[in-house]
């Protein structure tokens, strides 16, 4: 099984401590890859639509997000590891998200995407990790990923790992191993009735929109005809 790792920070801290434990149970017989951010994709989107006009290929930052979206098509689980940041994901995360926009749903998602699992793994000192992680899942779902685990861990005790206690760092132990243990072999799933329904409303827009436009189709619409979903004839 290929696994990928996105780490949302460098520094080796408490995320760090958590998402070894987790790939600690993962990593017999699997492959994994990681990339570190910002390091691993350091430019935000510049909003030049290239990628939604022409090609992801012409994104000025593809050197360094085709090399991370290349590893997420050709793996079997994605794993999003990351600490809480005023509630929400990091900045770095959103920024290599926002580079993914054109392979949503409503724009040229891929086949690839649609029997895949992901892991979101957060962390806070006490807070809610909900908004942080939904930020994560929210654009997961719309590249078209149904299995969407989430393990958020409130430290409680310090945002430093060497002060947290052995008690403590047990009970998160117990709970990172419960979560690897569905996750250690392959297990293809089928998309779910959110991502159906997505796909669904995204092909009635991409229909409507190539009636209207006929011989002027957009990249997406050409998308959409290419991989079987749209029949024009």
């Not at 699997?30 to 990339?35: K, Q, T």
């Not at 005790?157 to 132990?173: A, D, G, L």
Request: charged share 25%; aromatic share 8%; glycine share 4%.
């Amino acid at each position: 099984m290929k696994i990928v790792v996105i780490n949302g920070t460098e520094v080796k801290g408490c995320t760090y401590h958590i998402k070894e434990m987790l790939l600690t149970n993962l990593r017999k017989d699997n492959e994994i890859v990681e990339f570190y951010l910002p390091k691993d994709a350091p430019n935000f989107c510049c909003g030049c639509k290239l990628c939604f006009y022409e090609s992801a290929a012409k994104c000025p930052h593809a050197t360094s997000i085709g090399l991370i979206w290349t590893a997420i098509k050709e793996s079997d689980l994605i794993i999003f590891a990351y600490p809480v940041y005023t509630l929400r994901a990091p900045g770095q995360v959103k920024s290599l998200l926002d580079h993914f926009g054109c392979h949503w749903m409503v724009h040229r998602p891929k086949k690839e995407m649609f029997n895949k699992r992901a892991i979101i793994l957060t962390q806070s000192v006490g807070a809610s990790n909900k908004a942080a992680q939904n930020d994560v899942a929210t654009s997961l779902t719309w590249l078209g990923v149904s299995s969407i685990k989430k393990l958020g861990i409130r430290l409680n005790e310090s945002i430093i790992w060497e002060e947290i206690s052995t008690k403590r760092k047990e009970k998160i132990e117990k709970k990172v191993k419960k979560l690897a243990k569905n996750h250690k072999i392959d297990k293809r799933v089928k998309p779910n009735l959110k991502v159906k329904l997505y796909f669904q409303i995204s092909k009635m827009l991409h229909q409507r929109s190539i009636k209207k436009t006929k011989n002027e189709l957009s990249v997406d619409d050409k998308h959409w005809i290419k991989n079987g979903w749209i029949n024009i004839k």
